[in-house]
Nanobody, 125 residues
Framework: QVQLVESGGGLVQAGDSLRLSCAAS????????MGWFRQAPGKEREFAAA????????RFADSVKGRFTIARDNAKNTVYLQMNSLKPEDTAVYYC??????????????????WGQGIQVTVSS
């Protein structure tokens, strides 16, 4: 069973940066495509960023493009979401997700079989 644990969230001011980490265990991390999703209060979960198994492909939601980057370290079984120039509308619970068997899973939530418990990011204005 794959377990995903997010860390690095918190309360920041608009314009600040945060780096989320997601540590995976219980499987072979290098064989998973990975993604980050987020859910704001009163809204549905939405795609934020994704990275392919080999790190060759990344994709971002339009709302975060140019401000967020995604990276993975297969030696450390960890995926990162670097968030810069944060805005109050980035406030959400952020979830990492793993797609075993996928080279690339993109923004389709149903491609992801495993999810972390989520971590709160709050951006004050």
């Amino acid at each position: 069973q794959v377990q995903l644990v997010e860390s690095g969230g918190g309360l920041v001011q608009a314009g600040d940066s945060l780096r989320l980490s997601c540590a995976a265990s219980g499987g072979t991390f290098s064989t998973y495509a990975m993604g980050w999703f987020r859910q704001a209060p009163g809204k549905e979960r939405e795609f934020a960023a994704a990275i392919s198994r080999s790190s060759g492909v990344t994709r971002f939601a339009d709302s975060v493009k140019g401000r967020f980057t995604i990276a993975r370290d297969n030696a450390k079984n960890t995926v990162y979401l670097q968030m810069n120039s944060l805005k109050p509308e980035d406030t959400a619970v952020y979830y990492c997700a793993a797609a075993p068997g996928f080279e690339w899973a993109g923004g389709t939530a149903t491609n992801y079989a495993y999810w972390g418990q989520g971590i709160q990011v709050t951006v004050s204005s």
